[in-house]
């Protein structure tokens, strides 16, 4: 069966720190990978998309990147953290395997102090 | 991806059916209903998905009208654990880059 991680579960950064999160699944290949925010009381959006390894898309302008170094694994970074990048971080992955039905991690929460 | 309406909020007690609505009235005829629900502090739980006739598994029933312009997710005995924001979304499901657009949903609290 295919599962998703990501880690770490909870996070509380300084104003400017940098930031790693990071995802893997497991039971497939070659999946459709995705990064999600949902802020407080607000909807998911769409951060970053990945069809494949190394190929990345962003849906909006921001201070965050993501990296996709191998065919399972989703990495979202920042350089310098802002205030307004706290939020709660969703993994997500479409595949062949899934029915083309997306399936959520467990989520991240990010705190920016 | 087509627009939904769901109620914003929804009462059901414990071991009752709750039965959530959803409008979709520009659905196109490539297009699923998929329905998530969201328990406060995790990710999106996928629960059922259909394109015109109706759903069962072992989470809930899905029931889509003939002119598939509404639907009803059915939760047939709630309990405490099924309190939760619920996501109806309609979107085509194929091969390839697609994404899921979420609304606000409707939040059900089940009560004792």
């Known amino acids: 069966s295919q599962t998703i991680h990501q880690w770490p579960a909870t996070l509380v950064q300084p104003v400017g720190s940098p930031l790693s999160l990071e995802c893997t699944v497991e039971g497939t290949s070659n999946p459709n990978l995705y990064w999600y925010r949902q802020a407080a009381g607000r909807g998911l959006q769409l951060l970053f998309y990945?069809?494949?390894?190394?190929?990345i898309s962003s849906e909006v302008p921001q201070n965050l990147s993501a990296s996709r170094p191998q065919d399972r694994q989703f990495i979202l970074s920042s350089k310098k953290l802002l205030l307004s990048d706290s939020g709660f971080y969703l993994c997500?992955?479409?595949?062949?395997?899934?029915?083309?039905?997306?399936?959520f991690g467990e989520g991240s929460w990010l705190t920016v102090v | 991806d087509a627009k939904t309406t769901q109620p914003t909020s929804m009462d059901c007690a414990e071991g009752r059916a709750a039965n959530l609505p959803c409008n979709h009235s520009?659905?196109?005829?490539?297009?699923?209903v998929y329905w998530y629900r969201q328990i406060h502090s995790q990710g999106p739980q996928y629960i059922i998905h259909?394109?015109?006739n109706n759903e069962t598994n072992e989470m809930a029933s899905l029931i889509i009208t003939e002119d598939r312009k509404s639907s009803t997710l059915i939760l047939p005995h709630a309990t405490l654990r099924d309190t939760a924001v619920y996501y109806c979304?309609?979107?085509?499901?194929?091969?390839?880059?697609?994404?899921?657009?979420f609304g606000k949903g409707t939040m059900l609290l089940v009560s004792p």
């Open positions: 979304i309609v979107r085509a499901s194929y091969s390839g880059y697609s994404t899921l657009t």
């Open positions: 520009t659905i196109s005829g490539n297009e699923y």
């Open positions: 997500a992955w479409k595949g062949d395997s899934s029915g083309n039905t997306i399936y």
């Open positions: 990945s069809v494949g390894i190394g190929q």
């Open positions: 259909g394109l015109k």
